[in-house]
């Protein structure tokens, strides 16, 4: 079923955050909980993951309000990151199919940057993200065909 989230970066504080949230909203984390950065499998050409890195938030998810699902990762430094006002928070499409979420993708992105083409993810999902002509941040997570 299609849905739209907001996605928060953090730099290495994501679980401290999520937890003052699930304090306020309540609930609990949807899926599995908190996925680490432990959990990703290993890749040919993928780089190692820094063993101080190891234990970050990958991904948690939070339903807050009305349906509306809060969702963060950590955003570590040594992965390339930087977060900064502006790049820490991001609009997360979840179209129902690949063809929709390709049609979104190729229109949001149009004028902007593609930051990450479309692609199957080791999670079962086909994922990018871009950045529109207006500076906004849009991620896609198609479980769908």
Known sequence: MARVSTYLNFSRNTE???????SVFGGEFSGEGIARFSDI????????????DKNLVMHIELPILGGHVLMATDAPESMGFKVTFGNN????????????????FDALSAGGKITLALADMFWGAYFGSCIDKFGVLWTFNCEGK
């Open 41 to 52: 499998p290993a890749s040919e050409g993928m780089p190692a993951i820094a063993e101080e």
């Open 89 to 104: 928070i991001n609009i997360n499409l979840e179209p129902d199919t690949k063809a929709e979420t390709r049609k979104l």
């Open 16 to 22: 401290e955050a999520f937890n003052f949230y699930k």
